[in-house]
């Protein structure tokens, strides 16, 4: 528990590492590329091979995890895991690397730095409100390249503190008022991602959403950029620069965010060496009891005379009918969206997972659902390679809440199952 003060957070922060003995020691010498890609990637089980295009499970899956809420495979191609514990790190064959103890870690993103910004709780006491009170606050910690088994604590975004739009003591310590109901400690902080130039985003819900004020809505997007010093370098500390006002709280529409449950960025690590500048982003609207129409949004961010204008990609909804048979733009085409990830490689795949039908599905940057047929076949339309289903098996998920992608594999949170399972297209094995 921390005690801090409306208008200077001091936070100091002792985390746990854990490290296991050498990768050689226990598995032995790692002598070719093929047993390189099995150590890496794991192995097709014989009896799951499928004759259609499509997704194959790669086994193991990754099983030493509780209740997992999202994986990314970092600019250090490290991969790193959110669960109930905390962070775990681990190496591209699973073998675990260190873990980082937080409350409610719920996602995570790396920047070009290799730092890491993990979406969590904390909790604290602010003294000027009431020191008998510990609120558990959401937040969100940037630690100093823990890949490299660092743990040290740059900075730590803590709502409604750092959220510049309540920038005085009057308008954060509304927000902490045991009598309301719309206190700063029912926000949560429900996704993470990165532009090149290492600003973050940060996507929120909560339930205080009233528009046309000088506060931000609970449910929007915050933008984070880097505190430089006098010269001119980072100090790595954040501020938020702004919020995306553009997005409605309450309403449903093509540029909404009601109930976001993730945020993806187009600069996905690491696939990329020249970076897209494109400030644009997909969100997923996960809340199952509101009749949300188009769950998934790809926002686009567009330089105008006036400056940055965010506007929605209308362009997804002509649906080429004769190209594919399903879209991203389709209406009610989800339930419960809880993870997106964007590929950045050539391919440029949108993969949803959604925790209302176990599925993850696959469409392609055009906003249709599937691949493009492979080399020889006789198919005229996208190849539909999405697949679930409720259950424990190889190709099923029990409440999957969040997905990566990196060198033709995807990875999946499946957070009911505790494991991360992995797949790679049929038609990537060589």
């Given at each position: 528990?921390?005690?801090?003060?409306?208008?200077?957070?001091?936070?100091?922060?002792?985390?746990l590492?854990?490290?296991?003995?050498?990768?050689?020691?226990?598995?032995?010498?790692k002598g070719?590329?093929?047993?390189?890609?099995?150590?890496?990637?794991?192995?097709?089980?014989?009896?799951?091979?499928?004759?259609?295009?499509?997704?194959a499970?790669?086994l193991?899956?990754?099983?030493?995890?509780?209740?997992?809420?999202?994986?990314?495979?970092?600019?250090?191609?490290?991969?790193?895991?959110?669960?109930?514990?905390?962070?775990?790190?681990?190496?591209?064959?699973?073998?675990?690397?260190?873990?980082?103890?937080?409350?409610?870690?719920?996602?995570?993103?790396?920047?070009r730095?290799?730092?890491?910004?993990?979406?969590?709780?904390?909790?604290?006491?602010?003294?000027?409100?009431?020191?008998?009170?510990?609120?558990?606050?959401?937040?969100?910690?940037?630690f100093?390249?823990?890949?490299?088994?660092?743990?040290?604590?740059?900075?730590?975004?803590?709502?409604?503190?750092?959220?510049?739009?309540?920038?005085?003591?009057?308008?954060?310590?509304?927000?902490?008022?045991?009598?309301?109901?719309?206190n700063?400690?029912?926000?949560?902080?429900?996704?993470?991602g990165?532009l090149?130039?290492n600003?973050?985003?940060?996507?929120?819900?909560?339930?205080?959403?009233?528009?046309?004020?000088?506060?931000?809505?609970?449910?929007?997007?915050?933008?984070?950029?880097?505190?430089?010093?006098?010269?001119?370098?980072?100090?790595?500390?954040?501020?938020?620069?702004?919020?995306?006002?553009?997005?409605?709280?309450?309403?449903?529409?093509l540029?909404?965010?009601?109930?976001?449950g993730d945020?993806?960025?187009?600069?996905a690590?690491?696939?990329?060496?020249?970076?897209?500048?494109?400030?644009?982003?997909?969100?997923?609207?996960?809340?199952?009891?509101?009749?949300?129409?188009?769950r998934?949004?790809?926002?686009?961010?567009?330089?105008?005379?006036?400056?940055?204008?965010?506007?929605?990609?209308?362009?997804?909804?002509?649906?080429?009918?004769a190209?594919?048979?399903?879209?991203?733009?389709e209406?009610?085409?989800?339930?419960?969206?809880?993870?997106?990830?964007?590929?950045?490689?050539?391919?440029?795949?949108?993969?949803?997972?959604?925790?209302?039908?176990?599925?993850?599905?696959?469409?392609?940057?055009?906003?249709?659902?599937?691949?493009?047929?492979p080399?020889?076949?006789?198919?005229?339309?996208?190849?539909?390679?999405?697949?679930?289903?409720?259950?424990?098996?190889?190709?099923?998920?029990?409440?999957?809440?969040?997905?990566?992608?990196?060198?033709?594999?995807?990875?999946?949170?499946?957070?009911?199952n505790?494991?991360?399972?992995?797949y790679?297209?049929?038609?990537?094995?060589?």
């Open positions: 528990m921390k005690r801090i003060t409306l208008l200077y957070l001091v936070l100091t922060i002792a985390v590492g854990v490290s296991i003995a050498g990768c050689d020691e226990i598995f032995g010498t070719d590329s093929v047993t390189d890609e099995v150590f890496e990637e794991g192995r097709q089980d014989p009896t799951l091979i499928l004759e259609e295009v499509g997704y499970a790669l193991p899956f990754w099983d030493h995890f509780d209740q997992p809420t999202d994986v990314m495979v970092g600019y250090d191609e490290l991969v790193y895991v959110t669960d109930a514990s905390g962070l775990h790190i681990l190496d591209r064959a699973g073998r675990p690397f260190r873990t980082i103890n937080l409350d409610g870690a719920q996602r995570v993103v790396q920047d730095l290799l730092n890491v910004y993990v979406s969590a709780r904390l909790d604290t006491v602010v003294e000027v409100v009431d020191p008998n009170i510990t609120w558990n606050l959401p937040a969100v910690y940037k100093q390249n823990p890949g490299s088994g660092s743990d040290v604590v740059l900075d730590t975004l803590i709502m409604p503190f750092d959220d510049a739009s309540r920038s005085t003591p009057g308008s954060q310590r509304r927000r902490l008022d045991p009598n309301r109901d719309d700063a400690d029912k926000i949560e902080i429900t996704g993470l990165i090149y130039d600003t973050l985003y940060v996507s929120r819900r909560g339930p205080l959403n009233i528009t046309g004020q000088p506060e931000a809505p609970d449910n929007t997007i915050l933008i984070y950029g880097p505190i430089l010093d006098g010269e001119g370098n980072p100090t790595g500390r954040m501020r938020n620069v702004g919020q995306i006002r553009a997005l409605n709280p309450n309403t449903p529409s540029i909404s965010a009601v109930n976001i945020l993806t960025t187009f600069v690590p690491p696939q990329r060496e020249n970076m897209t500048e494109d400030r644009s982003f997909l969100i997923a609207q996960e809340d199952p009891n509101r009749d949300i129409s188009f998934v949004l790809w926002v686009n961010a567009e330089f105008t005379v006036d400056g940055l204008e965010y506007r929605p990609r209308s362009q997804l909804l002509a649906q080429d009918t190209r594919a048979e399903r879209f991203l733009y209406e009610d085409r989800f339930i419960q969206p809880t993870g997106i990830a964007y590929s950045a490689d050539a391919r440029g795949h949108i993969f949803v997972t959604d925790a209302g039908t176990d599925s993850l599905y696959l469409f392609q940057s055009n906003g249709q659902e599937g691949v493009v047929p080399a020889g076949s006789q198919a005229t339309k996208a190849v539909n390679v999405s697949f679930g289903g409720t259950g424990n098996g190889p190709r099923q998920f029990n409440d999957p809440s969040g997905v990566a992608y990196f060198r033709q594999v995807v990875y999946v949170a499946d957070k009911g505790n494991r991360i399972a992995r790679k297209l049929n038609t990537d094995f060589e």
